[in-house]
């Protein structure tokens, strides 16, 4: 807005020469005595025409000017604003490009632009100026013809209804019995869900600040912002995801957790639920399990040949230990499960330890770590040993002891997989023994550590080609014998992906059996570079490669593998 400031439209077309000083002293009578806004005063008294009215906010606001009646009308990109508020504030969105909308306005005052930029949350608006008139008859010719089709309610309409609503958490237990008296916070809580399922999100993160509450998915791995909805519906919200989750409402300064089950549209839906107390409220974050969308295939999960091969192999021994590493949400919970799956017949006693149980499955008995009672990982792995396991898997190894017990069945004749938080596979044979297990328990039990990343996967869509310099491929880890034929692709954007140029993920493999070779590098305390090298030269594709390899292959992009991996 170039020119707001104390400037005020009567005084800045004074300024110009537009009208006297006499004409908008007689303006601003008539606009007291009338109630209306100066400029309708001063193009009743005729001192102004609409063109010269236009001229003047697009000089003052900085918006470019545009005839409604010469331009061609996107219906969705019309539709994206409530019929209410279209009439209310005489606005029309004619255009919607990628994430920017389009929107023309004849009044273009704070109050309006900011309701649109909340409406719209998540897009870029572009305004333009127009006559009020044109506003109307676009109004007619769109809106009027549908007065017989039922709306759909956008998530502006639930918000603005939840404002006009004060609904407390009993009301909203009632409510939810009677669908046709249905409270607006119900529908608004709903259709959060429901869109982060269309938008195919991992997890919810509903945050409260100081002036309103963010709402925003997590995709693919990253994190989108996708709703800003105001302060005064915070307490609502937050208490009907608690409802939801069955948790108590009441308890505001303790963390939480609890779980929802939904169907929709035909599709079983898990979520995890979190609380979190924060200086401005509580922190919601909903996980969203789906089993019907798990990858248990251990083929289709991004395994190169020899790494797949080395895996399936390990899998096939009698008793030893496999490790699985990477930093939270890299798929090591998918990759096990998928491994379980393999190994799931009816004659192997399979039982895990897992905080939290994600998904269970038939014929496995899984257990949920509950420490506020002592069922502890190392607890329940004592237990499990008096249960005539055959394969044990542990969700996580974070001390001493659940290590030292893992490490003890994996010696007494059991397969047990388990999960670590390492950088590579290398540097979790130096995270064991800092973990206190003695080098030669470690040579002895583990048979296969393996580490993984994930990377998000090129829109198939509207990726496209992009040429690198040879410099920069070898930088990255191309080989040169390859570069000249590589075809690599960038991410681009369109409205298949939410314009992210994205769309789901891949996984990284860098899998390191351990043979004879390695296990006197483990014995005599080699360091994590030199176990590396050799786990090299006997075929293990590190990271890195696993990336480049799938940029080869067009899966992914050269941006997305630097993000995800980096090299020694």
């Known amino acids: ?8 439209l009567g005084q800045y077309l004074v300024k110009k020469g537009v009208i006297s000083e006499g004409q908008l002293l007689n303006a601003l009578k008539l606009q007291k005595s009338d109630g209306i806004q100066i400029s309708a005063a001063l193009i009743k008294l005729k001192y102004l025409t609409e063109d010269q009215l236009f001229h003047a906010l697009s000089e003052i606001y900085g918006y470019r000017l545009i005839n409604l009646l010469h331009t061609e009308i996107d219906i969705n990109a019309f539709k994206l604003i409530p019929e209410e508020v279209i009439k209310k504030y005489k606005v029309v969105p004619f255009a919607k490009t990628g994430n920017t909308i389009k929107i023309a306005i004849c009044n273009p005052s704070d109050i309006v632009v900011d309701h649109l930029k909340f409406l719209l949350t998540g897009f870029n608006l572009e305004i333009y100026l127009t006559k009020e008139s044109e506003i109307m008859k676009i109004f007619e010719k769109f809106m009027l013809a549908e007065n017989d089709t039922k709306k759909t309610e956008t998530v502006a309409d639930l918000v603005e209804s939840a404002l006009g609503d004060t609904v407390s958490s009993e009301e909203l237990e009632f409510r939810e019995e009677d669908v046709k008296v249905e409270a607006p916070i119900i529908k608004l809580a709903n259709k959060i869900i429901v869109d982060a399922l269309k938008m195919r999100a991992s997890d ?4 409260p600040y100081d002036k309103g509450v963010s709402v925003r998915y997590r995709i693919d791995g990253v994190l989108h912002k996708s709703l800003n909805l105001p302060l005064q519906i915070k307490s609502s919200l937050i208490t009907r995801l608690k409802i939801m989750a069955h948790l108590d409402i009441s308890e505001k300064r303790l963390p939480q957790d609890g779980r929802i089950k939904l169907k929709i549209s035909n599709r079983e839906v898990d979520f995890r639920v979190s609380t979190l107390p924060i200086i401005h409220g509580e922190k919601i974050v909903l996980r969203i399990l789906e089993k019907g ?25 009698p008793y030893g230990m496999i490790l699985v590493t990477g930093p939270t949400g890299s798929g090591k919970t998918t990759t096990l499960y998928s491994a379980l799956m393999t190994l799931n017949k009816p004659d192997v006693n399979i039982m895990t330890v897992e905080d939290p149980v994600e998904y269970s499955f038939p014929g496995i008995n899984q257990v949920q770590v509950k420490e506020e009672i002592g069922l502890t990982f190392a607890s329940a792995l004592r237990s499990f040993l008096r249960q005539d396991p055959d394969i044990i898997m542990v969700g996580e190894i974070r001390d001493f002891e659940t290590a030292e017990i893992a490490v003890k069945s ?7 997989l388990s999960t670590l938080h390492t950088n590579d596979a290398a540097s979790t044979v130096t995270r064991l023994v800092n973990m206190g297990i003695e080098p030669f328990l470690i040579s002895s039990s583990v048979i296969l550590i393996m580490a993984q990343r994930l990377v998000r996967k090129l829109c198939p869509n509207c990726k496209k080609e992009e040429k690198y310099s040879k410099e920069t491929l070898l930088k990255v880890g191309f080989s040169a014998d390859k570069i000249d034929q590589l075809k690599t692709y960038r991410a681009n954007g369109c409205s298949e992906c939410n314009n992210t140029g994205y769309s789901g993920r891949v996984a990284l493999y860098e899998v390191m059996p351990i043979k004879d070779e390695m296990r006197e590098l483990i014995l005599t305390g080699a360091p994590a570079t030199e176990i590396k090298r050799e786990a090299i030269n006997i075929g293990m594709t590190t990271l890195r490669q696993s990336g480049i390899n799938k940029v080869i292959q067009g899966i992914t992009s050269v941006e997305e593998v630097l993000r995800i991996t980096f090299e020694d």
């Open 204 to 207: 919810i993160h509903v945050e």
């Open 293 to 317: 969308s798990l990858q248990l295939d251990l083929t289709k999960l991004g395994f190169e040949k020899n790494s797949l091969d080395f895996f399936l192999e390990a899998l096939q021994k």
């Open 410 to 416: 994996a010696l007494t004749g059991h397969l047990v």
């Open 1 to 8: 807005m170039a020119l707001v400031g104390a400037t005020s």
